[in-house]
C-alpha cells in the first residue's frame, strides 16, 4: 500500500517563490540560478516551454525551457510541477542538450503525474488560432500553451500520467487527433497523421518515464524534512491569465497564486517573494506596452540585447514603468525586489521612469484594466541623471556610481519594495547583494 507515512510536520522556514514583475524575459534564470545556491529544490510551477530561461556560467551559455534552472548545480532537486504543461518530445530534447553540456541528469529531476500535455495539435492550432486574427494577433510563442491549458480546462487533457500507459496513451491520442483533425480541416490546415504523432510521443515517454513522480508527495517530504523550496516563475505579471493585459496574455496564472496550485505546495508555506525585474521594461508579442520607445530599443538591440530566448525575437523596449511594477509587488506580495539588467543603461545622459499615466483629461497612479484605455495612455515620467559610468564591474553596492545607485534606490522607494538584489551581467558574479 502506498502511505504517506514519514511525513513529519513543517519546520522549515525558507521557502521563496521567483516572480517576474514585468511582462516576461525579467532575467529570472539568471536570479534563480544565484538563489538556487541556497536552495535544496527547485520548481517549476506554471507555463511550458513558451519560458526561455538564460544562465551563462563561466561564459558557456544554458537556455531552459522547461527543466528547472537548479539543475546547473549539484546536488539539487528539480521538480517539474502539475501546473506546467509539458510537450514530452520538447523536453527530451533540452535534457538531450543539457547531457551534452555536461550537465548531469537523473535522480535530480521529477516531473509531476498530473502536468498536462503540450501535444502537435495544440502547436497546430496556436498557429491557426493566431493567423485568423490578423493585427489583434496576440503573438503567442506558437508552443502550444493555450490550446494546451485550454484543453486542461475544458476537461479533456491528456497527462502525464497517461503518456506513460502505453495503451491509454494510445487509445486517447487517436481520439484527440481525430477530433482536432477535425477543427484543423476547418481551419484549412493539413491534418495530423496519428501513426507519426503516436510513434513520435510514445518513444518520448518510454524516455520520461524514470522521471515521472508523484511531486506533490515528494514537495511535502522534502519540507518535512526542512529542506528549502524554490518556486520558479516564468512569464510576468502582466502575462497572467488573471492579472495581466487581457487577452495579450499567457494561458497561466504567473503571478504569486500560481506557484502554489502549480506545485500543491500550501500557501501558508511559503515564506517570501521575490520579484525580479529589468532596470527598463520589455515585452514581446502584442499588447500595450505604456513606455515603449524606440530609442531605447535601437540602443538596447545595438547592444545584441532584448532578442527573445525562445523564439529570438527583437523584444520590444521602454522606460521601467513603476506603476506597473508597483501593481506587480501589490498582486505577488513581492518582499523583495531584484533589479537586472542596470548595466543596460550605462551610456544614457538621462533615465526616465513613468511615474503615472493620463488618458483623456484623467491621472492615473494604477494600471487600467481596460488595454484599450491602457495602451492610448501617455506615460508621465519623472527624470534622473544618467550615471555614464560602465557598471559590469561592480561587485558591491559602493562600488556603483551614485547616481546609478539613487537611481535604484528611488525604484525601491517607487514600488514600495525592498531593492534586494541589482546585476550588472549575465554572470554569476556579477551580483550585487543589498
Ligand atoms: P504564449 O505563452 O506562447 O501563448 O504567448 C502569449 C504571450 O506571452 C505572447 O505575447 C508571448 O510573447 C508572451 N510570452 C510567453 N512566454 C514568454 C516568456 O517566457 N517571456 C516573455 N514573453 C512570453
Known sequence: MKSHAGCQPFYNMANTILVGAQWGDEGKGKIIDVLTEDADVVVRSQGGNNAGHTVFIKGQKYVLHLVPSGILRKNKVCVIGNGVVVDPVSLVGEIEGLRKLGVEIGENLFLSETAHLVLPYHRELDAQREAVKGDNKIGTTKRGIGPAYGDKVARTGLRVIDLIQPERFKERLQQKIKENNEILKAFGAKPLSFKKVHEEYRAAGDYLKPFVANTVTLLYKAMSRGDSILLEGAQGTFLDIDHGTYPYVTSSNTTAGGACTGSGIPPHRVDSVMGVMKAYTTRVGGGPLPTENAVIADMLHGMGR?????????????WFDSVATRHACMVNGIDDLAVTNLDGLDTLEQVRVCIGYRHEGATYDYIPNDVAI??????????????????????????LPVKARSYLKAIAELTGANLAIASVGPGREQTIFL
Not at 306 to 318: D, H, N, P, S, Y
Not at 375 to 398: I, L, N, Q, S
Request: net charge positive; aromatic share 12%; proline share 8%.
Open 374 to 399: 491602457l495602451a492610448a495612455c501617455e506615460p508621465v515620467y519623472a527624470e534622473f541623471p544618467g550615471w555614464k559610468t560602465p557598471t559590469d564591474k561592480a561587485r558591491k553596492w559602493k562600488e
Open 306 to 318: 532584448e532578442f527573445g530566448a525562445t523564439t529570438g525575437r527583437a523584444r520590444r523596449c521602454g
